[in-house]
C-alpha cells in the first residue's frame, strides 16, 4: 500500500512540476534549402509496396524538374523518404520524429487514407503544407486542415465520369461489386449515390471481404438482379477472383473497372502469368486517367516518364505518380506568391490561375477552391479503356 | 550474515525497490529531454507492456491461451475516442470508462470461452479478433467503420490542456500504477491459486478452487490493462482505426509475452520494450522488414525457453547463491503437542459407476471414522481410483451416496466437494511452479478464508488478517508434518518424499473432515515411508479422518485400523488388519497366493510383501 | 449449385490446409502456424516452374513437393527441434510463417500470378452448376487425402506408430518408436503435401503474397470446428466452413461471412467443446 500510494503521489507531484515546462519551436525552413518529406508505404505489404515505391519515384522525379527550373522561389529542394509501412501507428511516430528533427517545408503522403487521417492532424499542429494522395472525410476541406490538398481525384470525380459513359452505351441498369478496404466502402456508397442522382437503376450492391479467395456468391447474387453493366472495385488478387467468377459462370455483362482495377499488374500481364487478351478480360473496359495512356502527344507526361525511368524503372501505373504534380504546383505557387511561407502557398494553389500554369503531368488541371482542396479533375481527364499492355506506368 | 555476497544481501531487501525506481525513472522521463523518436518508442512499449502483462495473468498465471487482448483493447480505445468526441476529454474518466468497458468484453466473451474449456478460449477469444474490423464496419456510424475514428479531441486533466510531457507522464504512471497491482496480486493468495490453476485444473478443483469462477477472473481482470491502453492509445494519436486492432497486434503481444516470460510480472515489460525497440529498428531495412521480424521472432523464440525473465532469474539464482539444500537437516525439531484436527464421518453406499459399456463400480460401501485410518487396497483395475474420484466430485455416480457427516456429496462438483471438506492427495505430486513450500501449502486455504482481489491489491485489512492467519497456520501444519524447516525452499525442487509431505501438509491447512491419500508410499524409501506414516499416525491421533489408497500392504497393516478390500469393482473383504490378512480370497486375488498351498499365509507374508511392493513400484 | 461448388472447392483448400497442421498435430503435438506460407511456396514454385521454365507439369509436382518439402525440413531444424517450451514453438512458427511471407515477397513480387491448370482453365457444366476443373481436382484431392491417410494410419506400421504415438508418447517411447524422427519425418511430409497441393491451390486462387495469411486463418478455424487430430473433422469443418461463407456472402451480404462462419465455430463448440469428431475424455486425474 505504501509502494503504490508513493507511487501515485510522487507521480502527480512529477505532473505538476512540468505543468510549465513546453518544447522550444522549431522553425524549419529559414535556410536556403526547401525540405520535402515523403511518407511511403515501401515495406508494407503485398500491392501497396509497389505503389509506394512509384509514388517515391514520381517525387524524385519532380523534385529534379522543380530544380532544373529554378527550385521552389529560388531555394534548392531536398527530399527525404520515409516508410511508414502504409501503417497510421508507424507513420506517426516517423513524422513526429521528422518535424522534431528537422522540420520539413511540404509533406507528401502517398499513403492510404488511414494514414492521412493519422498524420493530417500533426502537420495541422505544426503549420506544414501537406499533398495527400489518400482521401479522406475531411482531408480536402479547407476548414478541418487549411494547409492541405488532396491531389487524387476522389471516388466522387471519379464517379462524375460514369453516367456519360453509361448513357453512350446505352446502359440503364447497374450492379455495383465493391472491396471492404476503407476505400471500397467509400467507393460502394458513392457509387449508388452518383448513379441514383443521375437517374440510373442500381439493381446490386455487393461487398467482399478482401481476404477471400472466391467472389462467385456475390457475383450470383448480382446477377439474379440482372444488371446492363457491373462497376467493379477490386486491387490484386480479389480482381482475378472477381474475373474467374464471371467468366465460370458463363456471364456475359460488360465490366467497368476503377482506377484500382486498372493498377493491379494481373490484367496488363499476358498469359501464362496475366490474363491479358484471355476470355476473361473481354468485356472488361477501365478508368484511367487520359495520362495513364499512352500519348504521343502528350509532352508533359511523355517527359515526366522519362525523368522517371531514369531515376528507377516504373513498378505501377502512372496513377500513383501525383507526387510530380505536387512539386509543380507548389513551384507554381511559390511563384505567385513570391514567398515558401505555407499559408501563402495555400493561398495561391487556390487560385486558378495557378494549377493551369504548372506543369503537371498526371492530371491536366487541379482545381483548388476556397471551399474545397480536392483536385476535382474534370469528368473529360479520364477515359475508360480495355486492358493493355503496360509500359513504363502506361497502357499502350 | 556478514559474509554474504552483495546479489544476496540485495536479495535479502524488499525486492520491489528495482522496478519502483525504474517506474520513477520513466515517469520522469520528459525531464531528460530524450530524442523524440526515443520518447514515442517508450509510450508504444508501455502501452503495449499493458497488453502483454494482461495477456500474461490469463497465459502465464491461469494457464489459459487467450489472444482477446486485442479486442478489449479496441473496446478501451473505441471508448475512450467515442467520448472524447462527445467532449468529454477528462483523461481519467477516459480511463475508468476505458477499463470498465473492456472488463465488460472479456466478462462476456470470456464465460462461454471458458464454460467449454480446453482450446475454446483460445479459439473463440481468436475470432474475435477476425470479426473486429466486420464489426465495427456494421456500427460504421460511430465508429467510422474500416476509415477510423476521427475528431479525438487533446486529453485534458482536470479541465487542464495535457502538453505532450503531461501525457508522457500519464501513460507512464497509469503504466507504472498497473504494474504495481498486478505485482500485488501476482504476490498474493491469488496470484498462488492462479499457478495452482496453471499446473493442473484438477488440482485447483480438489482444492475447492471454483476453476471456471479463476479462469474467468484471470482473463477478465487482464481485459482492464488493455481497457486502459485502449484509452491511451486513442488520445495519444488521437485517431483509431481497425488496422491498430489487426491479428498482427494480437501476435505481437502473444510474442512479447513468451519472450518476456509469461508467468512473471516484470516479464511483460521487457518482452514489450524488445518487440518494440527490435520491430522498429527493423523497419530501417524496408524491404527485407517481414524477413527480419520472421528470423527476430525464430531466434528470439529459440533462445529465450521460459523467456527473457526465466534467464534473468535463473541468472540471479546462480549470483544470489544455490538455494539451502533441502533434504540436508533431517530431524527438525517437532512440538510435542498436536492441535485437534476434527474429522467427520465419511460414508459412501451402494455407489456404482460405469464408464460406457464397463462396469467400474458396483454398489460399494465404506464408512470412515474420525480417529481411524480406513484403508482402502485392491489390484489395479479394481475401482480404488474410481471411488476416490468419485468421492472428491471429479465423476459423477449412477446410483449411490456419498456423505460427509450430515452432507451428500454425490451430486456437487470438484470444489464444492473440496470446501465441504474432502481434501486429497496425488499419486504424482501435484504442486505449482515457481512458489516456495509456505506458498504452496497456504495455497490450501484459499478456497475456506476468502478475501477479494480489490482486497489484496489495495492490502487491505481484512487481506492483512487473512494473510496472517494463513501464515501462522502454515508453520503449524508445516511443525505436524515436520518439513517447516523447508518452508522458504522452492516447493517443486523438494525430493519426492517431502513434496508428499507437503501434499499431506496443503491438505491440513484446509482443516479437512477426510483426508484422501492416493498411493502416497509409492516411490518412497523406507525411512521416508517411516516419517509417512509417523505423520498419518499423528493425524489420525488428533483426530483426523484419514482414508489410504495404498499398494504398500506393509504400510496398510502397520497403519489401517480398517481395511477395505476391492476387486472387479465390487467390495470383497472388509475388517481389520488381522482378518483381511486371515482372507483367503484377498490374499489370492490381491497378493497372488495360492490358499491351497501348505504354509499358512502370515508365515510368507513378509516375503510376499517385498514381492508385491516391487511389482508395484515399476 | 454453382454456389455449391464453389463453396465445396474453397472448402477442400482449407481442408487441405487443416489436414497439413494435423498431421504435424498428430505427430508432435505442436501446432505449425507457417503451414499455409508452406502451401503458399507450393503455389510460387509451380508458378515458377510452369511458367517460367516450361516444364510438364508431372515434374513441376515432384519439384514443388521436395522443394516445400525441403523448406519444412529447414523450418523444423531450425525453428521447432531446438525450442523446449510449447508456447515458444507459437512464436517460432509464427516467425517462420512471416519469414516466409517476406522471402516469397522478395522472390515473387507483391502481384498476384496466375498458375495455369493442365485439365484447362474452361468452367464446365456440372450437376447443373458451372465449376472450373481445378475445383474437383482440390474436392477430390481433399476426400482423397482423408481416405488415404485413415487407411495409412490402420494399416502401416508407421502409421501404426504414429497413431501411438498421438494417443501417448511416453509409452510410444517405451515401445522403442524413434519419436523425435517420426515428427521430423511427419513434419517433412506435411510439408511435400503443401507442395505438391500448391499447384491445385495456386490455380484457383493465384500464387500471391497474402495467399498464406488468408489461408492460415480459415485452415484453423475448420480445424477447431473438426476437432484438432481429426482427419474426417477437416473435411466436415472445410465443407461448413466453405458453404457457409459462400450462402452468407450470396444472401446476406460480404460482411456476414465471416460472422456465419463463427456462429457456426460457436454452436458447434457449445455441443462438442473439442470440435466435432474428438471426445473429451471424462477420466482426468
Redesign the interface.
Known amino acids: 500500500?505504501k509502494?503504490?500510494l508513493?507511487?501515485?503521489v510522487?507521480?502527480?507531484a512529477?505532473?505538476s512540476l512540468?505543468?510549465a515546462?513546453?518544447?522550444g519551436e522549431d522553425s524549419g525552413g529559414s535556410d536556403d534549402e526547401y525540405h520535402v518529406l515523403v511518407l511511403g508505404g515501401?515495406?508494407a505489404?503485398?500491392?501497396?509496396?509497389?505503389n509506394a515505391s512509384t509514388s517515391v519515384l514520381s517525387a524524385k522525379a519532380g523534385v529534379e524538374l522543380v530544380n532544373k527550373n529554378g527550385g521552389i522561389d529560388g531555394k534548392k529542394v531536398t527530399i527525404k523518404v520515409v516508410?511508414d509501412?502504409a501503417?497510421?501507428?508507424?507513420a506517426?511516430?516517423k513524422l513526429?520524429?521528422a518535424?522534431?528533427?528537422d522540420k520539413p517545408d511540404l509533406v507528401l503522403n502517398s499513403g492510404p487514407?488511414?494514414v492521412a487521417?493519422?498524420t493530417l492532424?500533426i502537420l495541422k499542429q505544426n503549420n506544414i503544407l501537406s499533398f495527400n494522395i489518400g482521401p479522406?472525410?475531411?482531408s480536402a476541406d479547407p476548414k478541418a486542415f487549411p494547409l492541405n490538398f488532396d491531389l487524387s481525384a476522389s471516388a466522387q470525380n471519379q464517379l462524375d465520369a460514369f453516367p456519360p459513359y453509361f448513357e453512350e452505351k446505352g446502359y440503364a441498369k447497374i450492379g455495383i461489386l465493391h472491396g471492404?478496404?476503407?476505400y471500397g466502402?467509400?467507393y460502394g456508397a458513392a457509387s449508388e449515390k452518383t448513379f441514383d442522382a443521375a437517374g440510373l437503376d442500381v439493381v446490386a450492391n455487393?461487398?467482399?471481404?478482401v481476404?477471400?479467395?472466391?467472389?462467385?456468391?456475390?457475383l450470383?447474387?448480382i446477377r439474379s438482379k440482372n444488371p446492363d453493366a457491373l462497376v467493379l472495385d477490386a486491387y490484386?488478387?480479389p480482381l482475378?477472383?472477381v474475373l474467374?467468377?464471371v467468366?465460370?459462370?458463363?456471364w456475359d455483362i460488360p465490366i467497368i473497372g476503377n482506377t484500382s482495377v486498372a493498377a493491379?499488374?494481373?490484367i496488363s500481364t499476358e498469359?501464362?502469368?496475366?490474363?491479358l487478351g484471355t476470355p476473361a478480360v473481354k468485356n472488361l473496359v477501365m478508368q484511367v486517367y487520359k495520362s495513364t495512356a499512352y500519348d504521343a502527344a502528350a509532352t508533359d507526361t511523355n517527359d515526366m516518364v522519362a525523368r522517371m525511368k531514369a531515376i528507377d524503372p516504373i513498378k505501377s501505373t502512372l496513377i500513383v505518380a501525383y507526387n510530380n504534380d505536387a512539386l509543380a504546383l507548389v513551384q507554381a505557387a511559390a511563384e505567385k506568391a513570391g514567398s515558401t511561407d505555407p499559408k501563402k502557398l495555400a493561398e495561391a494553389l487556390i487560385d486558378p490561375s495557378v494549377p493551369e500554369k504548372a506543369t503537371t503531368a498526371v492530371i491536366g488541371t487541379y482545381h483548388f477552391s476556397a471551399d474545397s482542396h480536392a483536385a476535382n479533375p474534370a469528368p473529360e481527364e479520364f477515359a475508360f479503356i480495355a486492358p493493355g499492355p503496360l509500359k513504363d506506368g502506361q497502357f499502350q | 550474515m556478514a559474509g554474504l555476497p552483495l546479489a544476496r544481501r540485495i536479495a535479502a531487501g524488499p525486492l520491489?525497490l528495482v522496478p519502483?525506481a525504474a517506474?520513477?525513472l520513466l515517469?520522469?522521463v520528459?525531464?531528460f529531454n530524450l530524442?523524440?523518436?526515443i520518447v514515442?518508442?517508450l509510450q508504444?512499449a508501455m502501452i503495449l507492456s499493458l497488453l502483454v502483462s494482461g495477456l500474461n495473468l490469463s497465459l502465464g498465471f491461469a494457464g489459459e491461451l487467450a489472444l482477446g487482448q486485442v479486442a478489449m483493447y479496441a473496446a478501451g480505445a473505441y471508448t475512450a475516442g467515442m467520448l472524447s468526441q462527445r467532449g468529454h476529454t477528462d483523461i481519467v474518466l477516459q480511463l475508468v470508462a476505458a477499463g470498465v468497458a473492456a472488463l465488460l468484453v472479456g466478462i462476456l466473451t470470456g464465460i462461454p470461452g471458458l464454460r467449454l474449456g480446453s482450446w475454446s478460449l483460445a479459439m473463440t477469444s481468436f475470432f474475435l479478433v477476425l470479426l473486429l474490423?466486420d464489426v465495427l464496419?456494421i456500427f460504421?456510424e460511430d465508429t467510422g467503420?474500416?476509415?477510423?475514428l476521427?475528431g479525438i479531441l487533446s486529453p485534458t486533466?482536470f479541465g487542464?490542456m495535457l502538453?505532450?510531457?503531461?501525457y508522457f507522464?500519464?501513460i507512464?504512471?497509469v503504466t507504472?500504477?498497473w504494474f504495481?497491482?498486478m505485482r500485488?496480486i501476482a504476490v498474493s493468495r491469488h496470484g498462488t491459486a492462479l499457478r495452482v490453476l496453471k499446473q493442473s485444473p484438477v488440482l485447483a478443483a480438489s482444492m475447492g478452487i471454483n476453476v471456471f469462477r479463476m479462469k474467468l477472473m484471470a482473463y477478465a481482470l487482464g481485459a482492464v490493462p488493455a481497457g486502459l491502453a485502449g484509452a491511451l492509445f486513442a488520445s495519444l494519436?488521437?485517431?483509431i482505426?481497425p488496422?491498430?486492432f489487426s491479428f498482427t497486434v494480437a501476435t505481437t503481444i502473444l510474442a512479447a509475452s513468451v519472450l518476456g516470460g509469461s508467468a512473471s510480472v516484470y516479464g511483460a515489460v521487457f518482452g514489450a520494450f524488445i518487440l518494440q525497440f527490435g520491430l522498429?529498428q527493423s523497419?530501417e531495412?524496408?524491404?527485407?522488414?517481414?524477413v527480419v521480424t520472421g528470423a527476430f521472432l525464430i531466434i528470439g523464440g529459440v533462445l529465450l525457453t521460459g523467456g527473457l525473465s526465466g534467464l534473468a532469474r535463473s541468472l540471479w539464482k546462480r549470483a544470489v547463491g544455490e538455494e539451502p539444500a533441502a533434504a540436508a537437516d533431517k530431524d527438525a525439531a517437532r512440538p510435542d503437542e498436536v492441535p485437534a484436527v476434527p474429522g467427520k464421518v465419511l460414508k459412501v453406499e451402494g455407489v456404482a459407476k460405469s464408464f460406457g459399456g464397463n462396469q467400474a463400480l458396483k454398489g460399494v460401501d465404506l464408512v470412515a471414522s474420525p480417529g481411524k485410518v480406513t484403508a482402502l487396497i485392491g489390484p489395479n483395475g479394481s475401482g480404488k481410483t474410481t471411488l476416490l474420484n468419485m468421492i472428491c466430485g471429479f465423476y459423477r455416480t449412477d446410483a449411490g451416496v456419498i456423505a460427509l457427516d450430515d452432507r451428500q456429496l454425490q451430486r456437487m462438483g470438484p470444489d464444492r466437494v473440496a470446501r465441504t471438506g474432502v481434501a486429497r492427495t496425488f499419486q504424482t505430486p501435484n504442486i505449482p511452479e515457481g512458489i516456495t513450500v509456505r506458498e504452496a501449502v497456504m495455497a490450501g486455504r484459499y478456497a475456506g478464508h476468502r478475501a477479494t482481489v480489490l482486497e489484496a491489491v489495495?492490502?487491505l485489512p481484512r487481506y492483512r488478517k487473512v494473510r496472517r492467519a494463513d501464515l501462522a497456520e502454515a508453520d503449524r501444519v508445516l511443525d505436524l508434518v515436520g518439513i517447516r524447516h523447508l518452508e522458504d525452499a522452492e516447493a517443486t525442487a523438494l525430493p519426492l518424499g517431502q513434496r508428499r509431505l507437503l501434499e499431506v501438509a496443503r491438505c491440513l491447512i484446509s482443516n479437512p473432515g477426510v483426508l484422501l491419500l492416493d498411493e502416497t508410499a509409492s516411490g518412497l524409501d523406507e525411512d521416508e515411508v517411516e516419517r509417512l506414516a509417523e505423520v498419518i499416525r499423528r493425524v489420525r491421533d488428533a483426530g483426523g479422518t484419514v482414508v489410504l489408497v495404498e499398494h504398500n500392504f506393509q504400510l496398510v497393516l502397520s497403519l489401517a485400523d480398517e481395511i477395505v478390500a476391492l476387486a472387479h469393482g465390487e467390495l470383497m473383504a472388509k475388517g481389520t488388519p488381522e482378518e483381511i490378512q486371515n482372507n483367503e480370497r484377498v490374499m489370492s486375488e490381491y497378493l497372488g497366493i495360492d490358499p491351497d498351498a501348505p504354509a499358512a499365509p502370515h508365515v510368507v507374508l513378509a516375503d510376499v510383501i517385498d514381492g508385491a511392493q516391487e511389482g508395484v513400484e515399476r | 449449385m454453382?454456389?455449391i461448388w464453389?463453396?465445396l472447392?474453397?472448402g477442400a483448400?482449407y481442408a487441405i490446409v487443416a489436414i497439413g497442421y494435423n498431421i504435424v498435430f498428430i505427430s508432435s503435438k505442436t501446432f505449425n502456424f507457417a503451414h499455409a506460407q508452406l502451401t503458399m511456396v507450393g503455389a510460387f514454385v509451380a508458378?515458377t516452374g510452369?511458367?517460367k521454365w516450361h516444364l510438364p507439369t508431372v515434374l513441376v509436382l515432384v519439384i514443388a513437393a521436395a522443394a516445400v518439402a525441403l523448406v519444412a525440413a529447414i523450418e523444423e531444424r531450425i525453428a521447432i527441434r531446438p525450442v523446449g517450451d510449447m508456447h515458444n514453438i507459437l512464436v517460432t512458427t509464427l516467425g517462420a510463417s512471416i519469414l516466409l511471407?517476406g522471402i516469397a515477397?522478395l522472390t515473387w513480387?507483391?502481384?498476384?500470378?496466375?498458375v495455369?491448370f493442365f485439365a484447362g482453365d474452361k468452367?464446365i457444366s456440372l450437376f447443373g452448376g458451372?465449376?472450373?476443373p481445378v475445383e474437383i481436382f482440390l474436392i477430390a484431392i481433399a476426400v482423397l487425402l482423408v481416405v488415404g491417410l485413415g487407411f495409412y494410419s490402420r494399416r502401416s506400421l508407421t502409421g501404426l506408430a504414429l497413431l501411438g504415438m498421438a494417443e501417448d508418447r511416453e509409452a510410444a517411447l517405451l515401445r522403442g518408436v524413434n519419436v523425435r524422427r517420426l515428427a521430423f519425418m511427419a513434419f517433412v511430409a506435411a510439408g511435400a503435401l503443401a507442395g505438391f497441393v500448391g499447384l491445385f491451390v495456386g490455380s484457383?486462387?493465384?500464387a500471391?503474397?497474402?495467399?498464406g495469411?488468408?489461408l492460415a486463418?480459415k485452415g484453423f478455424v475448420v480445424l477447431a470446428i473438426g476437432g484438432f487430430g481429426s482427419m474426417p473433422g477437416t473435411l466436415v469443418g472445410g465443407t461448413l466452413v466453405g458453404l457457409a461463407?459462400?450462402?452468407a456472402?450470396?444472401?446476406l451480404?460480404?460482411?456476414y461471412?465471416?460472422l456465419a462462419v463463427f456462429l457456426i465455430l460457436v454452436t458447434i463448440l457449445m455441443l462438442r467443446p473439442a470440435g466435432l469428431f474428438v471426445r473429451t475424455k471424462e477420466r482426468v486425474v
Not at chain 1, 45 to 50: K, P, Q, S, Y
Not at chain 1, 271 to 275: A, F, I, Q
Open positions: 500500500m509502494t503504490r508513493f507511487k501515485v510522487g507521480g502527480l512529477a505532473l512540468v505543468a515546462g513546453c518544447a515501401v515495406s505489404e503485398g500491392v501497396l509496396a509497389d516508410d509501412q501503417d497510421p501507428t508507424v506517426v511516430t513526429r520524429e518535424i522534431a528533427k487514407s488511414t487521417d493519422a492532424p479522406t472525410e475531411t471492404s478496404s476503407s466502402e467509400v455487393e461487398e467482399y471481404d481476404a477471400a479467395l472466391d467472389m462467385t456468391a456475390q450470383e447474387a490484386g488478387a482475378g477472383y474467374k467468377g467468366e465460370k459462370l458463363g493491379t499488374g494481373l498469359p501464362p502469368s496475366g490474363v | 520491489w519502483l517506474g520513477i515517469i520522469l520528459p525531464y530524442e523524440y523518436s514515442r518508442q508504444l474490423p464496419a460504421r467503420g474500416r476509415n477510423g476521427t486533466l487542464r502538453t505532450p510531457e503531461d507522464m500519464v507512464a504512471i507504472v500504477a504495481a497491482v500485488n494519436d488521437l485517431y482505426s488496422e491498430a522498429n523497419t531495412f524496408q524491404r527485407y522488414s517481414l489495495l492490502r | 454453382t454456389l464453389g463453396g472447392s474453397l483448400i508458378y510452369l511458367v511471407d515477397q513480387g507483391s502481384q498476384p500470378l496466375s495455369p468452367a458451372r465449376v472450373y484457383k486462387t493465384f500471391v503474397s497474402t495467399l495469411a488468408a486463418l461463407e459462400a450462402f456472402s450470396r444472401y451480404g460480404g460482411e461471412a465471416n
